[in-house]
């Protein structure tokens, strides 16, 4: 029988652990061949080998995702080893909280580099890859839920997540005669190796905010990408799909007091 992602090729930056970790160890168990990016090449190398010898096809390609050149080697790095590019999860993102009057500049063109130009530099390459192919493809982009509601201190971080949104609807106008769809999914708190390092309390404060009565695991947002990325959402294109457990319904902002001014997270 065959699985759902056979003979698909894709790529899943920001992969070496949490989410994108998650989507690409499902991807591969679903008979997709990987490659898989991060910008930390220990955790990049360790998650690729995971895959493997879970009896998945995965390569590890290490670096900066919005980096022109480490997009060439990943599109290159699929092509060369599988024969072609289906599938794209542009997941790579950093998160740098700060007060708006204080935040700086230097904070707001990484954000705006990483999540923006990162994401759109990579769609725009694979689309050429898939547009030369002829056979289509599927592109999705990681946005937040705070892409869809206000959150304190992260105005810089929140914009690129709405704008991700605006760039894939838009983008339906030019993907969709290639075969083309792309969408978004927009997590809301989420257990993650990184947010539980960060604050012990996650669970806990997420737990008592969300209608559901608790955080999103990465097996939530993986699903849910997984259906936008197979045969089933063929006809999805320029959506976004919030996972939050009902957050945004709702929207109590978490008591971030014990967090510090700022937080860095990729």
Known sequence: ??????????????????????????????????????????????????????????????????????????????????????????????????DFFDYPAADLRRVLDVNLAGSFLLTQAAARQMRHQKSGGRILLMSSVVGHQAHQNLAAYAMTKAGLEMLAKNLVIELSPHNITINTVAPGATLTERTLQDDPTYQDVWSAITPTGRPARREDIAHAALFLLSPLSGHITGQSLVVDGGWTSVSPLPDLSGMGEKKKED
């Open 1 to 98: 029988m065959n699985k759902l992602f056979t003979d698909q090729v894709a790529i899943v930056t920001g992969a070496g652990q949490g989410i994108g970790f998650e989507i690409a160890r499902q991807l591969a168990g679903q008979g997709a061949s990987v490659v898989l990016n991060d910008a930390d090449s220990e955790l990049a190398t360790n998650a690729s080998a995971t895959i493997v010898e879970a009896g998945g096809l995965c390569l590890a390609v290490a670096g900066d995702a919005s980096d022109e050149g480490i997009i060439g080697q990943m599109i290159q790095t699929a092509v060369e080893n599988y024969g072609k590019l289906t599938i794209v999860v542009a997941n790579a993102g950093i998160t740098l909280f700060g």
